[in-house]
């Protein structure tokens, strides 16, 4: 069993590597091999490659830039969705205790859930200042509305059998609420904080474009369209894609786990 899933693992490992080298492979023919654009306007992987390695580890006083974005722009995340979490969790367990709650905000949550979270920068920026604390405003609210959502629906949805059990067995309140349902609930709990983390990172870059700061990847992207830069933009944006992939891969792994311990999924 331990070698079928090593093996499945692996083969799906080559089919992404074969993957990305088929884009690159194309992309190097479409820019250095046949030459079908200006590098001004469509440059090649070389120079792409050379914007990420010079933002990340060059050593001259304008390298590392790129590596100095990518710490500003974790840690306002990294703020924004722990805060959105905490958030999220608790009216996600308030709108499962208190149908009125429930039925109310659930709606409007919905509703604000299909606002792209550009529309709420200006806002940001009107209500709270040109400033960080907006950019984490912007994040903090796209990342709790599917927590919020993710938790009330996941314990409406725990089995009525499983609460029964644990009222059979003495526990009943908060107590049945943290200590039988949150935990049964959990898998689907866990797929929304996933959502929130891409929620919340694709806030934190648009906010960053328009709110314009030191450290930051946005600042990044903003400081190529602004030079014409086409490749520190193509770089800034796969480094933003590695990066919320990295921690979606984290994310889904820790998911899996857990779905997997419940019964829920059977491992590859």
Known sequence: MGLRRSGARWRAAFWQLLGMALIVTVWWLVTDGLKLYPAYVFPSPGAVWAEVSYGLWGSGPQDGKLL???????????????????????????????????????????????????AFVPFAILFIGLNERAVLFVVILEGFIPIALAVSGALLNVPPVIQMAGR???????????????????????????????FAWRALVGAELLIAGSRSLGEQLEIGRNTANVALVLATILVIGVIGGLFDAVLRAFESRIRHDYGLEARQ
């Open 68 to 118: 100095a974005a990518i710490s500003g722009s974790l840690r306002r995340v990294l703020t924004g969705y722990l805060v959105a979490l905490f958030l999220g969790l608790g009216v996600g367990l308030l709108m499962s205790l208190w149908s009125p709650l429930r039925n109310t905000l659930s709606a409007y949550l919905t509703a604000l859930q299909s606002i792209p979270s550009i």
């Open 168 to 198: 059979t067995l003495g526990a009943s309140g908060l107590n049945l609420l943290l200590r039988v349902m949150f935990p049964a609930a959990l898998p689907s709990v866990l797929t929304g904080a996933r959502t929130a983390w891409s």
